[in-house]
Structure formats: C-alpha cells, structure tokens
C-alpha cells in the first residue's frame, strides 16, 4: 500500500493522560536498565511512545472522506479478522488491532540476531519484562547496522531483518493497545490473518527466558487459524493465492530445516585445534553451497519466484537459528492441539500447564509427542 503523508500527519487524537502515562513508562525502563542501556531503552519505550501517538480509531478512517478507498477496504477486513480471532479463536477481546497507524516506513522495528560461527544458539539480551531473548529489536535501521557491525567485530554471525509487527503482550491494552500498521496492512488475506493471530497468541501466553516456546506457540497458532478463516470465511482466490505462496514457504522450510540439521551435525565435530576449525569450516561451507544449490531448483519449479532470494542470500548461523525459534516446536504445539480435541479453550490451558514446568522437561515433550 502506498503511504499517504497527508493523513499520517492528521492531528493525533489521543485519550486523557495518555501521554503523561505513556512518559512515566518512559521512564521506569531507564530506572530499570543500566546506564550501558540506557539509550536502547530509550529508543525502545520512545518510538512505540510515537507509534501509540500516530495510531487513531479504524472507525475514524473508515469514516473519513480523505482516506482512499483501498485503505478503508483492507482495515474493514482487519476487523472482520479481528472478530473472527475472538469468536472462533477464543483470542484476547481487546483494544488491540481496533487502531491503525501509518508510520512511513517498511518496517515498524529492524531487529539483530548473532551466532557464533561454528554454532546456531543464538545470542541473548535480557529485559525487564520480557526476560532474555535471542534478537534486539531497534525502530531505527540505522542503529540496528550498527549493532550488527560491532558483534561482527567479535567474530559472530549476524542478521539484521525487518518486522512487520511486533507485540507489546498485552501489556499496552490500557493505553489503546498494539495497532494496526502499514507495514502489514497490505499482506495478502490469508497472511494478514496468520500475522494477527500470531500476536494476538503472545497475549494469551509468554514465558520469560524461552523465545522458542513463544515464538513455536505463536506459529502453531498462527497456522492453525489461519487454515481455519482459510477454510471458512476467504473467497476462492484468496484460498488459491495463498496456497501457491504456502506451498512455497513450507518447501523453503523444509529446506532450511535439513540444512539446520546438516549444520548442527557438522558443529558437533572437534575444534580444539586450528586443523579441526579448518574442517569444520569446508564441511559449512560446502552445506551452505548444498543449500543454495538446491534453492536453486526449488525456484525454477516455481517458475522463477524471486520472493526468497535476499533471505537465502544473507543466510548464515544467525539467520538460520533465528528461523528455528519459530519453527522448531510447531509439530508438537499441533499435536497438542489435536489431543485437546482441537478445543482452542482447552488447548491454551494445555500450553499453560505446560509452561509451568521446567524448560527442558516443555522442550522434551513437545519433541517426543510427535515422534
């Protein structure tokens, strides 16, 4: 969707005491971070500060005369995607996705994830709220380049990609909750509404310390309902749209999922010495040609779709390893499901008794379920 400056610049019309709320938010997270963090707090907690400022009522767009027509047309679909995650998806009925906001930009965060070069654990930081996790997240590219220059000054793996969305947990409902944004209004149908129901899931359930539980949990969901409006309220060609696009993601995946296993398996060999380091970085180098060879193939059965070149382009351990965060525990989330007798109720109290226990006891349950 083209971006409109001129209805991004409205008047910002926002509730009573927000913003002196918003400023104490401000500046909790400095008291919280150290002074090393203090800077990253602060463009963290500002810009969604700007952010919840430019966002207005999707009733008011839809009611403007000066909004264009197309814009009006995708926010009404993201109502009706909104009620459908509520009414069929037992989601959180809240403020969240009932505002939109134009930021005029492709992104609404850039964020960095690193690895080692002979590993795909990914590096962490650790927040106040969210606990530690394996990306940072900055509002402007330009201080997310530079943090990407200064881990691979320490010799790490890194990947620097844009979000569409991100989720603030429900933690922002009372000052209008996460917004609708530009930066993914104009998905296609059916990947709008995985997107949605993705960060709608984070306000169902986050466990501190464990970005893979999340983000495995959010994707699950995000699959499951989206099969489901698929299946019951999209039209004929959005159902054959986004098939061909699915068909093609879940090829790339399975790809990047035996290269991860091929990689994995390489960095379990000795490197104690610079003999052993020199092995172990032709075995990566020739999966890495492997991986890229065989993405090859897979684009010419799909007829020359370009979509994936930059991903597969940039890939490296990071990259890779951030990709397993949201991967990884899918199958054992849908068997999950499945076993609560696809009682989305149900499957969410399931997931919370599973969260209470200890990390590596959730990881080896949702792993062994589905073998």
Same mark, same amino acid.
């Given at each position: 969707m083209h971006r409109n400056r001129s209805l991004a610049a409205r008047p910002n019309q926002t509730q009573p005491g927000l913003k002196a709320r918003l400023l104490a938010l401000v500046l909790l997270a400095l008291a919280l971070g150290g002074c090393a963090d203090t800077r990253y707090y602060w463009q963290s907690v500002s810009g969604h500060v700007a952010l919840m400022q430019a966002a207005r009522p999707v009733s008011d767009w839809l009611a403007d005369p000066q909004a264009p027509p197309l814009l009006k047309e995708r926010l009404a679909l993201t109502q009706r995607i909104r009620d459908f995650a509520v009414s069929e998806l037992a989601l959180p009925d809240n403020a969240s996705y009932r505002r939109y906001a134009d930021l005029q930009r492709s992104a609404v965060v850039w964020?960095?994830?690193?690895?080692?070069?002979?590993?795909?654990?990914?590096?962490?930081?650790?927040?106040?709220?969210?606990?530690?996790?394996?990306?940072?997240?900055?509002?402007?590219e330009a201080d997310a380049r530079e943090l990407a220059q200064q881990l691979q000054a320490q010799g790490l793996e890194v990947s620097v990609y844009g979000v569409p969305a991100y989720s603030t947990l429900g933690w922002m409902n009372w000052a209008g909750g996460d917004p609708l944004l530009n930066t993914f209004v104009s998905l296609p149908e059916g990947e709008l509404a995985r997107l949605m129901f993705h960060e709608l899931s984070h306000q169902v359930l986050y466990v501190a310390d464990d970005t893979m539980f999340n983000e495995s949990f959010a994707t699950a969901v995000e699959q499951l309902g989206g099969a489901r409006w698929l299946a019951l309220r999209a039209s004929d060609r959005a159902r054959t749209d986004y098939?061909?696009?699915?068909?093609?993601?879940?090829?790339?995946?399975?790809?990047?999922?035996?290269?991860?296993?091929?990689?994995?398996?390489?960095?379990?060999?000795?490197?104690?010495?610079?003999?052993?380091?020199?092995?172990?970085?032709?075995?990566?180098?020739?999966?890495?040609?492997?991986?890229?060879?065989?993405?090859? &193939?897979?684009? #010419?059965?799909? @007829?020359?779709? =370009?979509? %994936? +070149?930059?991903? $597969?382009?940039? &890939?490296?351990? #990071?990259?890779? @390893?951030?990709? =397993?965060? %949201? +991967?990884?525990? $899918?199958?054992?989330?849908?068997?999950?499901?499945?076993?609560?007798?696809?009682?989305?109720?149900?499957?969410?109290?399931?997931?919370?008794?599973?969260?209470?226990?200890?990390?590596?006891?959730?990881?080896?349950?949702?792993?062994?379920?589905?073998?």
């Open positions: 964020n960095v994830v690193a690895a080692p070069e002979f590993s795909l654990t990914l590096k962490t930081w650790c927040f106040p709220v969210a606990g530690c996790v394996g990306y940072r997240g900055y509002f402007r098939a061909d696009f699915d068909a093609r993601r879940r090829q790339l995946r399975a790809l990047a999922l035996a290269t991860r296993e091929r990689l994995q398996v390489i960095y379990r060999g000795p490197a104690e010495s610079t003999a052993d380091r020199e092995q172990l970085a032709r075995d990566k180098q020739a999966a890495m040609a492997d991986f890229r060879a065989r993405y090859t &193939a897979l684009k #010419a059965a799909w @007829g020359g779709y =370009a979509g %994936y +070149d930059p991903w $597969v382009a940039r &890939a490296n351990n #990071a990259s890779f @390893g951030a990709q =397993a965060a %949201y +991967d990884e525990l $899918v199958p054992g989330f849908e068997a999950l499901f499945e076993r609560q007798g696809r009682d989305w109720r149900a499957f969410y109290d399931a997931v919370r008794h599973l969260a209470d226990r200890p990390a590596p006891e959730r990881r080896r349950i949702l792993t062994t379920t589905t073998q």
